[in-house]
């Protein structure tokens, strides 16, 4: 009870971090309401960065939402049945954040015949906006993956294979190699373009526990969050 006017006086990063810890012990005292308002005090200290990032974001979803962004139902049996260059074992891990993919990477990647990397940047530093830079003249995933030469895809898939290995712990051999990586799934249409006989493991919860978990971490810098 005495924590919480220091969290809204001292608007600085920890006092930020401190109004989400204060409501997280609230809420474990079913004190909900003052959980809530702790909540919304953490966020309303990062709220000033959220404000130039909230309508670049919002622009971003439409886009994604758009029709002509997302590729055919044809185009995508169509790539499935094209031949793969070489043949390995993959699986992509994606979803929502909060969506539950860190303890289902944990559990799958406990087997010994899985090598798991977490979250790494390779997908989008060494494959994906390549690609974009390559096709910079076109609007829309559609319109890009369609473009790609099988010569773009083998490079993109040489560059990824060749950075992923080192993002497992030890020698990938044989192992089915599983990139668990939310941040993929906004453009999983891509790496599906890239990998279609890769296994796709989509996490699912329900939605309100998903929005509920992401207001109530102290995700640093993801200002998704606070918008």
């Known amino acids: ?38 909540f919304r005090a953490a966020k309303d200290i990062q ?19 758009a029709e002509e962004h997302v590729p055919t139902v044809e185009q995508f049996r169509h790539w499935a049945d094209e031949p793969p260059a070489a043949l390995r074992r993959h699986a992509l891990l994606v979803g929502c954040p909060r969506s539950g993919t860190t303890l289902l990477e944990r559990m799958v990647g406990s087997h010994p015949d899985v090598a798991s990397s977490s979250e790494s940047a390779i997908w989008h530093s060494e494959v994906w906006m390549p690609l974009l830079r390559e096709r910079s003249e076109l609007s829309g995933m559609r ?77 640093y810098g993801d200002r998704k969050s606070v918008v």
């Not at 109004?19 to 005292?29: N, S």
């Open 1 to 38: 009870s005495t924590l919480f006017p220091y969290t809204t006086l001292f608007r600085s990063p920890y006092s930020c971090q401190a109004g989400y810890e204060l409501g997280h012990v609230l809420d474990a005292q079913d004190r909900c309401a003052e959980a809530y308002a702790a």
């Open 47 to 65: 709220r000033s960065e959220a404000a130039v990032f909230e309508p670049m974001w919002r622009a971003r979803l439409r886009h994604l939402q």
């Open 143 to 219: 319109a890009v993956l369609a473009s790609l030469t099988p010569q773009q895809l083998q490079a993109g898939r040489e560059r990824y294979w060749r950075s992923i290995v080192h993002t497992v712990q030890g020698e990938p051999g044989e192992r089915l190699l599983l990139d668990k990586n939310p941040s993929i799934f906004p453009v999983l249409a891509g790496a599906v373009r890239l990998f279609p006989q890769a296994r796709v493991l989509v996490a699912l919860r329900d939605p309100r526990d998903v929005v509920w978990s992401c207001f109530t971490q102290h995700l």
